[in-house]
């Protein structure tokens, strides 16, 4: 939850760019439960001090993905994007490689290499 949100109870589009960053995550690490193991005051406590989640560390997830959601991340909502900005980002980063990938329940987001010619 954005920070405006726990301390202040602010809901905007804004807020909810830090969840979408948050749900990203959740996807990029294959359903991994943000902050596992955390009670609320310590998170919050967390957050305030900068900490975000760490980048999933996949193949799927590149530097540039990690980027992405830590940018939704942002203290200030004014930082953050705007949706329309993520969708043009998430587009030209996950497009290209959309038909290479292979989602299993063996072996989440794996590059296809066979059909990627260099």
């Known amino acids: 939850m954005a920070l405006e949100s726990l301390h202040y109870g602010i809901f905007s589009e804004k807020s909810d760019v830090w969840s979408y960053g948050v749900l990203c995550w959740e996807v990029f690490s294959a359903?991994?439960?943000p902050y596992p193991g955390m009670d609320p005051i310590g998170l919050v406590e967390l957050l305030d001090g900068g900490q975000r989640l760490s980048s999933p560390h996949?193949?799927?997830c590149s530097e540039d993905i990690y980027s992405l959601m830590q940018q939704c991340w942002c203290e200030s909502p004014d930082?953050?994007?705007l949706f329309s900005d993520l969708v043009a980002s998430v587009n030209a980063l996950i497009m290209p490689l959309a038909p290479y990938l292979i989602v299993s329940n063996d072996s989440i987001f794996q590059l296809n290499h066979d059909h990627i010619y260099y």
């Open 58 to 60: 996949n193949e799927a």
């Open 79 to 81: 930082d953050r994007p």
């Open 31 to 33: 359903g991994k439960i």
